[in-house]
């Protein structure tokens, strides 16, 4: 029996509800495959910082440090600034921990109606997102207040250290998949750093003559992404551009509520942070509506990076075998199914 | 008889073939509205690059900075690089003539077949893009080339007076609409410049009691786009943003093909610059099949912006009737329909 230590942390809204239905079903699996997760779970939260000012404590990143992994729920809450419940926790895990891959899959599972006439089953691509610098960058700032002469700048940064490492991080990945990488860019309007990024991909392409590749500027991509969504396979692209496109991409999906998503620190210097890409949903929270599938395919991507590749691979399959074969929807999909009884079909469903 | 002097600039590829297909059908219909067009037709193009080095001459916008307007076909080509085709030509009209606005108006015609499951002919909306600062600046560059330390740096930035102006166009439009505007921002990430957009954005609101506004993070935005496009009337975007909000929009109308563009400088101080959102298909440029709805569409909105409404909304009208009407398709849209067929439809419809 192997033992992973958690780092829990429900955080606001339905983060609270579809953090122990995951949490249920990874447990139940690893009675299979022979590990256990022990959590220790944290209230940081903006119900904290309404509480006693802060999102998580002044040494909190201290606290989760040699966790394993960490499982978040989902922060954000109408009454606090996003300046306040993201970049007092969220930002600080991801770029402390040096958690440079955001990963995202996506696909579109038989049973699942998509807004999209083109998406069928055979859409599976995963969105590999730069997560600690580019266009998010701290640097910046405005002037002249108030006055017809103010303005505001923000300083997008790219370093070769950082463009290098996602890139070949993509590029991996798509040799153990369908070996295609598309990779956004809008160097004919963003003249300094998009045409760098260009670069470096084209340069680490290089060493992997095995992936066919092909870059695309974000707005004709997303027009793509629409139009024909099973042609892609990777896609690697900048912290804004990989935003963009993973939340199109789940929506085409059929729903945000079932979108995961993994910030990796893939040299296991820190512990990588594992949080689906919906948010707090203030207006369901509290009825036990949310999907939970977004939390559990999300917990599926922390058991593969702690190693249990099968557990994993069972419960993506069980997901999409829920869909497959039952009539089971929740809200978001226009069904009336709760969390729990969706929680209880992929348990059934579970060998 | 009002005469109107046009800076044509067919440009390359398709530009060669939309652009005399829209002036047409803007003297035909000029015949009955009691107007004329002249037209003195500039060569500038990547074609003319390929010649003599340069895509305009030195003093090309003095020779256009006297026309009424400017109409424009497509510049591209696979052997041009960017920087030159679009910096050396398109990017310099928009600036220096402060064509500030970039309008984009999308409509999901009856018997167009869109992507979108949701797109119904209810689907009416514009983006209004800022176009000449934001994200697309000149300032910003690299150091260390080649070394491991190398990096790249890209200034956004955002004036007051650049904000206040779009967003006043914006809530203007939207009055003679159906009062509603969606400013796309990313202020959760994208933290000097975009908090800076939204304080402005809210506080121009209060001058317009009667528009209904919200806002909407550019991720969040692209999925309600593709999930639920009847709900907007007028975007308010950020360069970047209303560039990758239109062709996404575009997509969701059937095809990029039909996307009309204006640049506009509302002042008047300087010729404003019509373009359609396609560029200059090499792949399909010589053999008469491309799509002229979009040339077509944007030469309507250089009549409106020339005070000619009624022309402009016969011209639209008649682009409806042809897709309610007949069977004729351009290859984008799945059909057989040359360029000149659809035109003679076109023609035939127009009263
Ligand atoms: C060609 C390019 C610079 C341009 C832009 O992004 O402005 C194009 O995509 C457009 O939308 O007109
Ligand atoms: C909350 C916000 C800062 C965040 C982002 O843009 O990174 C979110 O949209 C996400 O995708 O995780």
Same mark, same amino acid.
């Given at each position: @029996? ?30 299979r495959h022979g590990y256990e997760l022990t959590y ?15 999102? @998580? ?14 499982? $978040? ?27 440079? +891959? ?9 049973? +699942? ?28 700032g405005r002037m002249n207040r108030g006055f017809p ?71 004709? $991509? ?25 939340? $199109? ?8 509520? @079932? ?57 993506? &399959? ?14 978001? $999909? ?6 729990? &009884? ?10």
């Amino acid at each position: @029996m192997t033992t992973h230590r958690i780092a829990l942390i429900p955080g606001d809204g339905i983060g609270q509800e579809v953090t122990p239905a995951a949490c249920a079903i990874l447990d139940t699996v690893g009675k299979r495959h022979g590990y256990e997760l022990t959590y220790d779970t944290f209230d940081w939260s903006c119900a904290r910082y309404r509480n006693v000012g802060a999102m @998580m404590p002044g040494d909190g990143l201290d606290q989760i440090r040699h966790h394993d992994a960490i499982f $978040l729920g989902a922060v954000g809450d109408p009454a606090v600034p996003d300046h306040v419940s993201l970049w007092g926790l969220l930002i600080p895990i991801r770029r402390q921990f040096q958690q440079y +891959v955001n990963l995202r899959p996506i696909r579109v599972f038989d049973g +699942v109606p998509s807004p999209v006439r083109a998406a069928t089953s055979e859409v599976d691509f995963v969105v590999v997102r730069e997560n600690v610098e580019g266009e998010y960058s701290e640097i910046g700032g405005r002037m002249n207040r108030g006055f017809p002469s103010e303005m505001a700048v923000q300083e997008a940064v790219f370093t070769r250290a950082g463009v290098t490492r996602i890139v070949d991080y993509a590029f991996t990945l798509a040799q153990g998949r369908r070996q295609h990488v598309t990779s956004a860019t809008k160097s004919n309007g963003i003249v300094h750093t998009m045409p760098f990024w260009d670069e470096v991909v084209a340069e680490r392409a290089g060493g992997f003559p095995d992936i066919a590749w092909t870059q695309e500027h974000i707005d004709a $991509l997303c027009a793509k992404v629409v139009l024909d969504p099973a042609r892609f396979d990777v896609f690697v692209a900048s912290n804004l551009f990989g935003d963009i496109l993973s939340d $199109l991409a789940a929506a085409v999906a059929g729903s945000i509520g @079932m979108a995961p998503a993994a910030n990796l620190n893939p040299e296991r210097d820190f512990p990588s942070m594992f949080e689906p890409v919906h948010g707090s949903a203030p207006d369901i929270a509290g009825q036990g509506v949310a999907n939970p599938v977004g939390a559990v395919w999300t917990g599926a991507m922390m058991l593969r990076h702690l190693g249990h590749t099968e557990a994993a691979d069972e419960i993506e &399959q069980a997901i999409a075998s829920v869909f497959a074969k039952t009539n089971l929807r929740t809200r978001d $999909l226009g069904g009336t199914a709760t969390t729990a &009884q969706f929680v209880d079909a992929l348990l059934d469903i579970l060998p």
